[in-house]
């Protein structure tokens, strides 16, 4: 059996007849796809079922950063139990209480705590009042949602070392901000490339547009996982 890559491609696809076709060129390849708040919203439950469908059942990473007080919070969580995804992201931002509620709400799914958003730079943290630098801010936070039952981080593959060094062995660590040598940052501002993501630590990769923007998806796809896991 091909041994899969530890990628999750961000499925953020204009309808779901785009997304259910990456799922499917690309499953062969890569373990996870992630679904995130445009693709959720627009085609709800349907997208769980006919992307797990397309890609020959890969886990389902469920990216809706839930952000909000613990109760309800633990009622989104709920509500979305049914569809048994392997992830589930929520901001670490929202505190140990809220985290917590979602854990209890999803004991079977990884809750994965949003550290900083890889689209911010320091600039950008100190004008919305996060105490930095982005290093120290992001392992605070990990350190927090780990306290409160998450059993995922999702940070920079800029700070996944400091992370790794400071969360216990078995937490999932996953790391956007992914970018094969020689690609676009796009809108991304602290970045890695994937070897050098998994070198510092972590576990996931979230690729996006390297792969979902290329001519040929399932070639991008099994090209960058071939340099993975071979």
């Known amino acids: 059996m091909t041994r ?3 990628i999750a491609l961000a499925l953020d696809a204009p309808n779901l007849e785009t997304a259910t076709k990456w799922a499917r060129s690309t499953g062969p390849y890569i373990s996870t796809m992630k679904i995130g708040l445009e693709t959720y919203l627009r085609d709800g439950d349907r997208a769980i079922h ?5 890609s020959g059942g890969r886990d ?3 990216d809706l950063k839930l952000h909000d ?6 009622g989104a969580a709920r509500s979305i139990a049914h569809l048994q995804p392997s992830y589930l992201t929520v901001h670490a931002s929202g505190g140990s209480a809220m985290i917590n509620a979602a854990v209890q709400a999803l004991p079977e799914t990884k809750v994965t705590a949003v550290t900083i958003l890889t689209s911010l730079d320091e600039a950008e943290l100190a004008a919305i009042g996060v105490k930095g630098p982005a290093l120290d801010a992001a392992c605070r936070l990990a350190q927090l949602a780990v306290s409160a039952g998450a059993r995922a981080i999702v940070c920079s593959p800029q700070e996944v070392a ?3 060094a400071c969360v216990p062995a078995e937490i999932t660590l996953i790391t956007p901000g992914v970018r094969p040598a020689g690609a676009a940052l796009g809108d991304q501002a602290r970045v890695a490339t994937p070897e050098q993501a998994l070198a510092d ?3 996931l990769l979230v690729i996006g547009r390297p792969i979902t923007a290329a001519v040929d998806q399932e070639k991008a796809a099994q090209d960058i996982s071939n340099g993975l896991v071979s």
């Not at 006919?50 to 397309?54: G, L, T």
């Not at 007080?69 to 633990?74: F, G, K, L």
């Open 60 to 62: 389902i990473f469920l």
């Open 201 to 203: 630590g972590a576990d």
């Open 50 to 54: 006919e992307v797990r469908d397309a």
């Open 162 to 164: 400091a992370i790794r």
């Open 4 to 6: 899969l890559a530890p």
């Open 69 to 74: 007080i613990p109760n309800t919070v633990a």
